[in-house]
């Protein structure tokens, strides 16, 4: 990036009965970026080791469609849906993630879901910029991917550190 308001991401997760409700707001000019989400919902003394992961590539379309497409590695692509606008400094969007891709049937017993974010930020130069969260830029293991707590409203989320030395 030219400086780091070039690109900014905010992502708020909510289970729902069939998936996760996920908003984002993107700063900067992002139509032109893709965010891929990766997914680990093993049970909790699972996450942070080797093991199968799940993920879905997203991308800004014209008319407001969020083009979601599964990976590989996810079983199922059906009822993936998404949409976005444009908003003050960038640009807002809603997007739907069935338990299926993952084949499970609901959020993690647990309340932990693994979880990475891998945004790919094209600049207006054309320059690209990979921007991560809780990831070593290896986002095909799932060792290192941070967690996504669903909690009940009120309720503060448990705070977990995972010191990992290289």
């Avoid at 996920?22 to 049970?43: C, E, K, Q, W, Y």
């Avoid at 979601?68 to 059906?78: A, F, L, M, P, Y």
Wanted: aromatic letters at 10%; one cysteine or more; a neutral charge.
């Amino acid at each position: 990036r030219a400086n780091p308001e070039e690109a900014q991401a905010e992502f708020l997760f909510k289970s729902g009965g069939d998936g996760i409700h996920i908003a984002l707001r993107g700063r900067g000019v992002s139509t032109n970026d893709t965010v891929a989400l990766f997914f680990d919902p093993r049970p909790a003394a699972q996450l942070g080791t080797a093991g199968p992961y799940y993920w879905a590539d997203l991308s800004f379309a014209p008319r407001g469609v969020v083009k979601i497409r599964k990976g590989e590695t996810s079983v199922s692509g059906d009822g993936l849906r998404g949409a976005w606008t444009a908003a003050e400094g960038g640009l807002v969007a809603e997007c739907f993630i069935p338990y299926a891709l993952m084949g499970v049937s609901a959020w993690p017993e647990s309340g932990d879901l693994g979880l990475s974010i891998v945004w790919r930020h094209k600049g207006a130069d054309g320059a690209s910029t990979r921007l991560t969260w809780s990831e070593d830029c290896h986002e095909w293991n799932p060792r290192w991917y941070g967690i996504v707590q669903r909690v009940a409203p009120g309720e503060r989320p448990a705070l977990r550190h995972v010191v990992r030395v290289k």
